[in-house]
């Protein structure tokens, strides 16, 4: 929840101006977290884990036997009869308190899993989302193109009827036009794709309307990136937990290389001898019993050892590995994120300046002048723009997702 808490106020930060926008994708990541069956199935098996701190903590069972003398055995007090006993062995001291520290450890550390799952399930239904935000702006974009070259194609053919143009420029005003009708219908049905995988991730129906956010803002300022965060990221914590779970699984161990102590009773049936008096005569046995159990072949518990020891060291080599893999995503994020921005300014410059050619060419039609191959030029670079102005700020958000999944 305190991730979750972090990556809304990020959210609304750089979307404050689409609040109810960033609302809904705030509801897409909670329903994500309460029906993604990959969820389910980490905590389902973080339960199992945990369950089992009742399973080790009991103590072997007890021994119960009863024997029959089929050739009774005289005594001085009688003939004995039959033989009952009990035994109940006892783990050394503290060794159950140590089993269930290990159980515990360990799901302390599968605990984890759900954590990371989490984080990367946020990570992928945010930048799903980005990507149908991306699909539909471009959508809108052609489509404003199209109706623009409609329009040319209004200015081409009275340009024909008066012999200052050729049915050639019209005809090549239609042919860009199918173009773009052509990527458009693309484009709807890779949002029908992006949108099924995004139902996925929601464990819901496939064909459940997504609403998308009608657009996106580049940031002015960018949100400070706490790197230092990334030493505690839950990947990293894994493995710590898993080195911990191997100290207390050595403690464990030890302990039970320890002997174990059993207590018992037997009790023997004993049958008055007939036609005496006595003391004792027919008195019964009653044998208290203190046996230990003594590892003295420990090579297994040697054994055991030196694998927790090598074990331990794997898994400072894995956590190093892994950090060293996640400085450098975030190194990459951080840079692309910076290339996003950039990409943005320069294609927003770019597209002002190309507005401005095309307010030049309409200028010239007025006066009676015009190059539809320069307008289809100006067209072709104006759609350019525009889809740079898109893919850099889907870029800038889908980095950012991933810089909080690493830092937060």
């Known amino acids: ?55 080790v903590n009991n103590i072997p069972n007890t021994e119960f036997g009863v024997g029959y003398f089929v050739s009774e055995p005289e005594t001085r007090t009688g003939a004995q009869r039959f033989k009952v006993s009990a035994k109940q062995m006892l783990p050394w001291f503290g060794t159950i ?3 269930e520290n290990y159980v515990t450890s360990l799901a302390d550390t599968k605990y984890q899993d759900i954590v990371i799952a989490k984080r990367k399930l946020m990570a992928s239904v945010s930048q799903s989302y980005y990507n149908l935000y991306t699909n539909q702006a471009k959508q809108l974009v052609l489509s404003e193109n199209v109706t623009l070259l409609k329009t ?36 709807e049905q890779q949002f029908l794709s992006e949108q099924t995988y995004l139902n996925n991730l929601l464990n ?24 230092e965060n990334l030493s505690v990221h839950p990947e990293l914590l894994k493995f710590d937990k898993l080195y911990h779970s191997i100290t207390e699984s050595e403690l464990l161990n030890q302990k039970e290389s320890s002997p174990m102590i059993g207590f018992g009773l037997d009790y023997i049936n004993v049958e008055p001898r007939p036609d005496m008096s006595f003391s004792d005569n027919g008195k019964d046995i009653v044998m208290p019993m203190v046996s230990v159990s003594i590892p003295i072949f420990n090579k297994k518990y040697k054994s055991v050892t030196k694998q927790n020891e090598l074990q331990q060291q794997e898994i400072n080599y894995q956590k190093q590995e892994r950090l060293n893999n996640l400085e450098s995503l975030l190194d990459k994020a951080i840079n692309e994120r910076i290339a996003a921005k950039i990409s943005y300014i320069t294609a927003l410059k770019n597209l002002k300046q190309a507005k401005d050619a095309e307010q030049i060419l309409i200028k010239s039609y007025e006066t009676g002048t015009i190059n539809f191959n320069d307008v289809l030029d100006i067209q072709e670079l104006q759609l350019k723009f525009q889809i740079n102005q898109i893919e850099a700020v889907k870029n800038y958000y889908v980095q950012s997702t991933i810089i909080n999944y690493l830092t937060d």
């Open 152 to 187: 040319y194609e209004t200015m081409a053919l009275t340009s024909v009827e008066v012999g200052k143009a050729s049915a050639v420029d019209v005809l090549r005003l239609q042919m860009r036009q199918n173009d773009l009708q052509q990527l458009k219908e693309v484009l």
């Open 204 to 227: 819901r129906e496939n064909g459940v309307q997504i609403t998308i956010i009608d657009s996106l803002n580049m940031p002015k300022e960018d949100l400070e990136i706490n790197v």
């Open 97 to 99: 308190t140590l089993r």
């Open 1 to 55: 929840m305190k991730i979750l808490i972090k990556y809304w106020f990020f959210i609304v930060f750089i979307c404050i101006s689409n609040f109810t926008q960033a609302q809904q994708l705030q509801s897409l990541i909670d329903d994500a977290f309460a029906n993604n069956p990959e969820i389910q199935k980490y905590e389902l098996q973080y339960k199992i884990v945990a369950e089992k701190v009742n399973e």
